[in-house]
């Protein structure tokens, strides 16, 4: 099969474009798919850059991406939901990527199905991005109909499902973003903009009972002065991989588990609950996300779709910041 791999750590030049990798073969549980396409997510750029080396010991080459969208074209033993043909979606976790490939192999679990009103270009886009907000808006924090959400980096992967998610469960949506993508996320829901840029969001921003974090530990004294006492924030990013970066791998990791815990602490001092996570795989949360789509709660954006073989072209796309929804990679 032909599969973008890494050959060492470092910037989008790692990357080798291989023809001849060995396809691999679903064990008892598992599911080979036929990748039509990927996305890139910021984790696998900083997976890339050997952010995350100290916690995920790869062997490398290796296939990075977490999305997927394609047909099964095998099962192992043991498998009994899914059936050669079937067209579904997944993201597995970072313990095993590998959707940057025409053909890889998922847990059972993971999968769920393709939306039919989707292409697979679009469907792609969706399940790891899906996944965190839904897990941070309604498992984490609990949402509420009525409730007032700060959706921060509301034009971003996980932003721009966080607000539809937020207005499907009748929530009041306030989200940042810069300028220039204030009518896109006002198409999707949001009924308060802030532009960051022009004025302190913090500042801005008031009485919000569930701010969805994405800025990270820096940013967290700041979203506790937004959040009405007995509100709640939902953490999906604490800034490893900056730390590690900066001071190495073992200092970056046990300072910010410092970080976390001052932040945790402060927050419940307060009487507003701090929870901070990562998204886990989850194929009937997928199956769920395949009817919002047909039923048009939930809709797909799409920046940019890149061919397998431009793959360090959209991971430069993603570390410049400047990035509308999602950026997609056909594998086929």
Same mark, same amino acid.
């Given at each position: ?10 910037g989008?030049? %790692?990357?080798?474009?291989? !023809?001849?990798?060995?396809a ?11 990748v039509?396409?990927?996305?890139v ?5 900083k ?19 977490? !999305? ?7 099962v ?7 059936? %050669? ?19 890889? +192999?998922?847990?059972?679990s ?6 039919a009103?989707?292409? =697979? &270009? ?6 790891? &991005? ?6 941070? #808006? ?30 499907h #469960?009748?929530? =009041? ?10 009518? #896109? ?16 969001? =913090?500042?801005? &921003? ?57 932040? +945790?602490?402060g927050?419940?001092l ?11 795989? !989850? ?18 954006v799409? !920046? ?6 431009r793959?360090?072209?959209?991971h430069? =796309? ?15």
């Amino acid at each position: 099969m032909r599969a973008a791999r890494i050959t060492a750590y470092g910037g989008p030049e %790692v990357f080798s474009i291989d !023809d001849d990798v060995p396809a691999p073969t679903p064990g008892r549980g598992q599911v080979q798919v036929a990748v039509h396409a990927s996305s890139v997510n910021p984790i696998d750029t900083k997976i890339r850059a050997g952010a995350f080396r100290a916690a995920l010991r790869y062997e490398l080459p290796r296939a990075l991406g977490m !999305d997927l969208s394609g047909v099964v074209s095998a099962v192992g033993d043991g498998v009994t939901r899914w059936q %050669v043909g079937d067209e579904v979606i997944a993201s597995p976790g970072p313990k095993t990527p590998g959707t940057y490939a025409e053909v890889t +192999v998922v847990e059972q679990s993971e999968l769920g199905r393709k939306p039919a009103n989707l292409t =697979h &270009a679009e469907a792609a886009s969706l399940p790891l &991005a899906f996944l965190t907000a839904w897990q941070a #808006l309604v498992d984490k924090s609990k949402l509420a109909e009525g409730e007032r959400v700060l959706v921060q980096a509301g034009a971003g992967g996980v932003g721009t499902l966080a607000i539809q998610i937020g207005k499907h #469960l009748g929530a =009041h949506v306030i989200t940042t973003c810069s300028a220039r993508n204030a009518e #896109l996320v006002r198409s999707l829901g949001a009924d308060q903009v802030i532009d960051y840029r022009a004025e302190p969001w =913090h500042e801005v &921003a008031r009485d919000v009972d569930v701010v969805l974090d994405a800025l990270g530990l820096p940013e967290a004294r700041k979203a506790r002065k937004v959040v009405r006492k007995g509100g709640r924030i939902v953490g999906i990013s604490v800034g490893l991989p900056e730390r590690v970066k900066k001071v190495g791998p073992v200092l970056g990791i046990l300072g910010t588990g410092v970080a976390l815990a001052c932040a +945790v602490t402060g927050s419940r001092l307060r009487g507003i609950p701090s929870r901070f996570f990562t998204r886990r795989p !989850d194929g009937a949360q997928l199956d769920m996300l395949a009817e919002l789509c047909e039923r048009g709660v939930i809709r797909p954006v799409i !920046d940019t779709i890149y061919p397998l073989d431009r793959i360090g072209d959209a991971h430069r =796309h993603s570390e410049s910041g400047r990035v509308a929804g999602k950026l997609v990679i056909a594998t086929r």
